[in-house]
């Protein structure tokens, strides 16, 4: 679900296995070099049900993980943080929530070494599911959380300190906004306590995934719309500027009359946008990974597609230090079994270069059945609708 490139110029992958481990699923955490080649493995969870969403190179040389466990905690799922060091070895690991669903999603260590994740609770807040904000020490403690939401379903999907040492949250909503659901932008202090929020969209249903701070202040999102594009009763790619103050500047919108679908994004080194995502409008089989470079505007430089016959998609990408882009997603077209971890290199034109490496993931073949694995994980951002 995640990959960053390593100080060593390597790629470190993070999400889920159903091969190893010890129980229904695990955590999973892949290092590789520079082509992709597999260094090392580790997975990690009980006897349950355990998944990894996010993942990070901490200033210690280690790693961060977040997701959510079955196995551990006091509810029904709790957010999962984990820390290992540089050779994917467990250090500590801790659990976060209270007796109903609670994960995290995201997580980034801080400017004072400590960590921020943000998911979405069950167990907290104000409706059915709130955005959850946890703020742990170096050693994954709590010092702080803070839920936000209304009497509807408020989800967080992405957290990134922020300049002023706060916080930028992007994720869905359907308490506040136009639509059934709007993209949901928060911005905290550094105690998370709300500044501002702003719901993004129209009048159908909209959402977002990823959310970076630019290099003029403002805030750059991706995500899926319902309300404009070309896809008529499917989505579009969801490519949203704002101000600092969370106001919008412009959109724009990828994909074709079927469904097309945006999970991540990063201002690239000319101030343009990297997205990645999955399309069913395009491409080689049932979906696609999805990759658009644009401009400072959202205007589409290049795009490209990837996969075979089967499920395709990208949930992850980095510009690299070459210049290019490494994305991570996960494939049914190719590798060993009924799915696995699919990792792309591109050059900064969106071309593939000769190196593709898959490690293996199984999930189910078909979308119906990827729908079913994705709700055992309760990962509601990979459900492909209206197929």
């Not at 501002?196 to 009048?203: E, V």
């Not at 999955?278 to 658009?292: C, M, R, W």
């Amino acid at each position: 679900y995640l990959i960053q490139q390593t100080s060593d110029g390597g790629y470190i992958v993070c999400g889920s296995t159903s091969s190893f481990g010890n129980g229904g699923l695990d955590v999973y955490l892949i290092k590789t070099d520079g082509n992709g080649i597999e260094e090392w493995s580790q997975n990690y969870g009980g006897t349950v049900t355990d998944g990894g969403w996010s993942i990070q190179q901490t200033q210690d040389g280690g790693y961060i993980i977040c997701g959510e466990t079955l196995s551990f905690g006091n509810g029904n799922s709790d957010v999962y943080l984990i820390k290992t060091d540089g050779l994917g070895q467990e250090q500590w690991y801790q659990t976060f929530g209270g007796s109903d669903l609670d994960k995290g999603i995201s997580v980034q260590q801080t400017q004072d070494g400590g960590y921020i994740i943000c998911g979405d609770t069950e167990s907290f807040g104000n409706g059915y599911r709130d955005v959850y904000l946890v703020k742990t020490d170096e050693y994954g403690v709590e010092e702080w959380y803070q839920t936000f939401g209304g009497t509807g379903n408020d989800v967080g999907r992405s957290v990134e300190q922020t300049d002023d040492g706060g916080y930028i949250i992007t994720g869905m909503t359907s308490s506040f906004g136009n639509g059934e659901s709007d993209v949901y932008l928060i911005k905290t202090d550094g105690n998370g306590i709300e500044e501002w929020s702003q719901n993004l969209g129209g009048t159908v249903t909209d959402g977002g995934y990823s959310v970076q701070q630019t290099i003029d202040g403002g805030y750059i999102v991706c995500g899926y719309t319902y309300s404009y594009g070309n896809g008529n009763e499917n989505p579009d790619v969801y490519l949203l500027k704002t101000d600092l103050d969370g106001v919008e500047e412009w959109y724009q919108t990828f994909g074709g009359i079927d469904y097309d679908d945006g999970r991540s994004v990063e201002q690239t080194s000319d101030g343009g946008y990297v997205i990645t995502g999955y399309t069913t409008s395009f491409g080689n089989g049932n979906s696609d990974v999805y990759l658009i470079k644009t401009d400072l505007n959202g205007i589409e430089e290049c795009s490209n597609t990837f996969g075979g016959i089967g499920n395709d998609t990208g949930h992850s990408v980095q510009q690299t230090i070459d210049g290019g882009y490494i994305v991570c997603g996960s494939t049914s077209s190719f590798g060993n079994g009924n799915s696995d971890f699919y990792l792309i290199k591109t050059d900064s034109e969106c071309n593939i270069t000769p190196h593709i490496s898959t490690i293996e993931l199984p999930t189910p073949t078909s979308k119906r059945e990827l729908i079913k694995t994705t709700n055992i994980l309760g990962q509601e951002n990979t459900t492909i609708k209206n197929q």
